[in-house]
């Protein structure tokens, strides 16, 4: 099933000498399976055909782009259950995890489908001329949005289908009108590989041109920095770490032309513990953090990482209750050695700065024959933890850090200081609410999503998800890479002006063929004029 | 009437010890007033005041803020005569001109007003939760569009009100909630600072946060530098040269936390003059091409520096007439001797590259004493323009070149070779779209709006206007400086999940107090819920 070459377009290709192999993420033990890493001369091939597509595919339908991402959908069921396997090998996720996640890739794709069929999404804007208008008349012009043309697509380590090959990231894109380069990601080049055999098949099955989807091995920096760097290239997404996605992003920047990135990098999601809250219900918010903070080894962007309380006796219960919870948990594999590795170095860092203490640990042990990493919770004042950015920082697996502020002004300013997040909580009853608005609104300049009594983990696939934030949550908090409005990362406006109807895009006929909403003249409305 | 002070909220500063004059853009002679450049302790103080204002005026109504932009317009209005003739002297721009930019000043301001009071510009977004569903319940989330916080707007030399101190960027970042800093332009000191005074005493009448508005003066590079480089900035706003837009870019990008630059730079915004729309009418599009390229001395970024045709029997017909409306055109004053200077430098410039050849001058010549230009037009082969990359600049004034292609697949490849650009135009009879269609999707990929038989310059105020392309037109072509869509540049979205009703914004909350249009559950309504 896996033949380990270059998708490009509608054909394979191997000319490169280096091979890569993925490996089974508990037993350690070498996958079956040769990767061939992408030439430059592949990555240009990707591009041309690419651009090539980009002139046809951006004139298809959104209807006929909504078939087309439905067979996509289709056919990773139809991959069955040799990709199911292969992405619990190569990420160690449990079967059930890794159901979940094709559920929620398939999900995607139909709920751009359904915008697409939809069509409003485009935005359509109508001024109707006036010929009469003095001094000058008034010119007709009628916006709406357009693809960008070719996008690269950097793939998460930690969601092998969701934000991977045909994840929100790829769904998104094509589902804009634009063709995508995914780069495949070593950690789980078989997976990624599968997918890409379901994308390219549904491209041939609904007559899609040929380069509308390519799919580049790489291991190293230069395949990616190369699709980067290539003209063609006009938007990229990217999920990871901090470091990769910033660099990416400046290399972006420093093109002739800069183009948009749309990275989705750390984020310690801090959440306010406030006084009322903690003494109303201490069990039942020490056992959901516990449970967000070790849900899937905490190899979340959503992971709860900093906890935000005043020190006193409603804290000090609290910890009491959450410690115990904390250490029912249990360790599991982690994606891969690499990140195990990071985890353990961080996580020991952390404890080693000044002021922090060890809180809790899970009582089982991990067992590193496994790759398994252990749940740990530490805590530190609020006046050490403004002292050091080291603090900051992203722990990317099951850890968190408990910060206790000695008074309210001291939790604001230690809200005030974390960086920017992809999204920020307050447990909090009404007399908290009142006694800390400013803390609240503070948290709410912080994030793209702000949680009330909630945790940060689980990320709806809806229209009203808001997933991005401010840097370095993201490099680009205007736009959102879940939900139905992800894919108006990859397009821009175009207005057209004094067109004749027949050279009018549907969208923006006067007859309204496809009955979408319509900004005209100020007003909405589904009406043709 | 002119302090030549810094403008820092409510107050008045002049702490530096460097001053500026501005001169009569005709005559040279020095005006009335001495502006004291900011300091970088003005700088700070600034800042302070806008982030601290952010706190207050993120929560101001949307309603209260259009009162707001009235009572700004309303005080431009009442600065009367002397606003106007400051204007005129600092730019060399006529009465009727002025008197038209500031009508249209008065009108973005109104605009944005209206699209305040109406208020579905916020994107709401409602999917409602189902505690009953499964395997995991689903929460309920709200999204709309908030300010970033304070913005910074470089103001334009070619617009001293519609693109200055209380141009677009400031009424669209205003409208959007955030506090504006705006760096004065040095050819219009004067006329900057008056508007300034008209906002701070709306400001101030509207009961609206110290610090929501203020006014630095700076001469050189060092106040700009120190604007964007700040940690409280979150976006810029800037109307000028390439040269100087990408260097506030690429500073925004180096900074630890990257911000959005909103740069509208050059533009040689191409028409393609098609065949059949030259034999059929030849007379009228070289007087309207003609009228466009001399507008306003060519100082427009839509003025029309490219035109690209087919060689042949149509053309030769057209330049004939295209030469003698030409030739009719008169010299005008510039706007300031700097702007004359780097014209006559770069027309001169571009006239000596291989195979140009000067086609036409106004037949009047330019006196130097009045600081005024000479409308020229060149023409050089398709292959010569290929070539040579000193020919895709832009020329800022009233010239134009045009390119003789040897046949279309010549023109797709010029077309193709050309910048990215805010506009791209087309003269064209039925017959030439059919032939000619894919030099038509060329332009469609090159610019932000593509107008049919009609010329770029006259950029109308309204929802549909998109003003912003490809780089490096503009650094950012997803949004547009002028319209109503303006504001979106100054937002992003945040995501409220499981709020109650009481803590939610009206905007959001299920009664829809405002009956604003609401994407709720998938379907458009103004209902509540």
Redesign the interface.
């Known amino acids: 099933m896996i033949h380990g070459k270059n998708i490009l377009g509608f054909t394979v290709s191997a000319e490169g000498k280096q091979k890569h192999q993925t490996v089974n993420s508990r037993s350690g033990e070498i996958l079956a399976g040769e990767f061939n890493e992408a030439t430059l001369e592949e990555v240009e091939q990707a591009l041309e055909k690419a651009q090539n597509a980009f002139?046809l595919y951006s004139k298809v339908s959104g209807k006929t782009r909504a078939t087309f991402l439905r067979a996509i959908a289709a056919q990773i069921e139809g991959m069955g259950e040799p990709l199911v396997e292969r992405c619990m090998a190569e990420t160690g996720l449990p079967e059930v995890r890794i159901l979940g996640e094709r559920k929620r890739t398939c999900f995607q794709l139909e709920s751009f489908a359904?915008v697409l069929e939809?069509g409003?999404w485009v935005e359509a804007?109508?001024?109707r001329g006036d010929a009469t208008r003095a001094p000058?008349p008034?010119?007709e012009?009628?916006?709406m949005l357009?693809p960008?043309?070719p996008v690269v697509v950097f793939t998460a380590s930690n969601f092998p289908l969701a934000y991977s090959t045909a994840g929100v990231d790829t769904a998104a894109a094509l589902a804009a009108g634009c063709p995508v380069i995914v780069k495949n990601h070593a950690a789980h080049f078989g997976a990624g590989e599968i997918v890409g055999q379901a994308i390219q098949k549904a491209a041939q099955d609904c007559g899609m041109p040929d380069g509308v989807f390519s799919l580049l091995n790489g291991f190293g920096f230069e395949v990616g920095q190369a699709l980067v760097k290539h003209p063609y290239t006009k938007a990229v997404g990217f999920t990871g770490s901090l470091q990769g996605g910033k660099a990416l992003?400046?290399l972006a920047?420093s093109r002739e032309?800069?183009i948009?990135v749309f990275a989705e990098m750390g984020s310690t999601n801090p959440i306010a513990l406030l006084p009322k809250a903690l003494a109303t219900r201490p069990d039942s918010i020490a056992e959901t953090l516990a449970g967000s903070i070790t849900l899937g080894m905490g190899q979340f962007c959503t992971n709860p990482g900093l906890l935000v309380a005043l020190a006193g006796e409603e804290l000090d219960n609290f910890v009491d209750a959450f410690t115990k919870a904390f250490v029912a948990s249990t360790p599991q594999t982690m994606l891969n050695t690499k990140i195990r590795e990071s985890y353990e170095r961080l996580n020991a860092q952390a404890l080693e700065q000044t002021g922090v203490e060890l809180l809790a640990l899970s009582e089982k042990v991990a067992d590193a024959a496994s790759n398994e990493g252990r749940p740990t919770l530490a805590r530190v004042m609020g006046k050490d933890f403004l002292a050091n950015p080291a603090l900051h920082q992203e722990v990317f697996g099951p850890f968190s850090l408990l910060i206790c502020c000695s008074d309210k002004s001291e939790m604001k300013t230690v809200l005030e200081s974390v960086h920017?997040q992809l999204t920020s909580s307050v447990m909090a009853e009404d007399d908290d609410?009142s006694a800390f608005q400013d803390c609240i609104?503070v948290l709410?300049?912080k994030?793209?999503?702000?949680?009330?009594?909630?945790v940060p983990t689980?990320v709806?696939v809806?229209?009203?998800?808001?997933h991005?934030g401010?840097?370095?949550a993201t490099?680009?908090?205007?736009f959102?890479s879940v939900g139905d409005?992800a894919l108006k990362r990859f397009?821009?406006?175009?207005?057209?002006?004094?067109?004749?109807e027949e050279?009018l895009p549907e969208e923006l006929k006067a007859e309204n063929p496809l009955e979408i909403?319509r900004?005209i003249d100020?007003g909405?409305s589904r009406d043709s004029f």
């Open positions: 002139e359904k939809e409003s804007r109508i001024d000058v008034k010119p012009i009628r916006k357009r960008m043309g992003f400046d920047q032309e800069p948009p920017g609410v609104d709410s300049r994030a793209g999503r702000l949680i009330f009594n909630g689980g709806e809806c229209a009203a998800m808001q991005g401010p840097f370095p490099t680009d908090a205007r959102s409005d397009v821009r406006p175009l207005a057209y002006q004094g067109f004749p050279l909403w900004l100020g909405w």
